[in-house]
């Protein structure tokens, strides 16, 4: 082969890779970005009988909605008005676990697409980029496994929690929560993002009410240390988002990397961390406006249907 016949062959397949990086882009920025997902996953932890006592009819669950990273923008009406939509699941209970905001304009967005959602019974724990605004990031970071600083431009993060509260919605950061939800008395409490140490469990720790149907922890981050003190305390299942179920993915929805401390296979989903605990990792609803791509990994929320374990 001569020389320029090799030159020829190397200039061909880089423009073949550059095509394939081009589409693969496009597909990840224009398509599966916008490609909202519904999940839906059932969890056995309510004892037997505590169904028909709250009133649901028989074969009918106890229906928590699972939403979190919305990383909003406000230009982003399809996202606002899916989630919007969400209300017609008719859950009882609604949790968000955080990173609402993607700009200090941000908020208005987010109340548009909870809209009739915040009518419902919630609760929520925000994540660090509730607090503060995103900022750009070398995405091979991500690969060391090093943890991204935050960004010190501070986002409206109070406004947002005051609409949350004065909607009727319970701010479980650092906080015991006892109350009734779609007939089902529920203990909940929750931490600050202990993806970068803003948690203290010692404000909650302990067992939840025994007299509680269901006990529910919340972490925006799924930190390993947090989930292994809900579990030990007694809580049936606990809530998380954060790693975007890893955003970029191998076919298969199979995660490259968590930006936590968890392992890959939990990266999103359902999973049981413990014999008595189980785990909720939500993928999420958005991402960071510096790095706007999802690939094998559609933006979703989650509808958990509890329902009663064996006798």
Known sequence: MTSRAFSNRILRSAAALAT????????????????FKLHRVQVPVLAPGTLARAGKREGEPFRILHVSDFHMLPDQKLK?????SLDALNPDLVINTGDNLGSDKAVPS???????????PGA???????????????????????????????????????AFIEHGWQDATHARLEFVAGGVKVALSGVDDPHHELEDYSQIAGAPNADADIAIG?????????LDAFAEDGYDLV???????????????????TNCGIDHSRASGLSRWTEKTWL????????SP??????????SATLIEVVERDS
Request: hydrophobic fraction near 40%; proline fraction near 9%.
């Open 124 to 162: 929520f724990v925000f994540g660090t980029n509730d607090y503060f605004a995103p900022r750009p990031v070398n995405p091979l970071k991500y690969l060391t496994g090093k943890k991204r600083k935050p960004s010190r431009v501070e986002l409206p993060w109070r406004g947002m929690r005051a």
């Open 290 to 299: 510096y790095a706007p791509v999802r690939l094998f990994c559609r933006p």
């Open 20 to 35: 394939l990086g081009l589409t693969t882009f496009i597909y990840a920025n224009q398509i599966e970005l916008r490609a």
């Open 239 to 257: 809530l998380s988002g954060h790693t975007h179920g890893g955003q970029v993915c191998l076919p298969g929805g199979k995660a490259i990397v």
């Open 280 to 287: 909720h990792v939500s993928n999420g609803l958005g991402t």
């Open 80 to 84: 606002q008005k899916w989630v919007a």
């Open 110 to 120: 987010v109340l548009a697409a909870l809209g009739p959602l915040l009518n419902r």
């Open 218 to 226: 919340l972490s925006h981050s799924p930190e390993p240390h947090v």
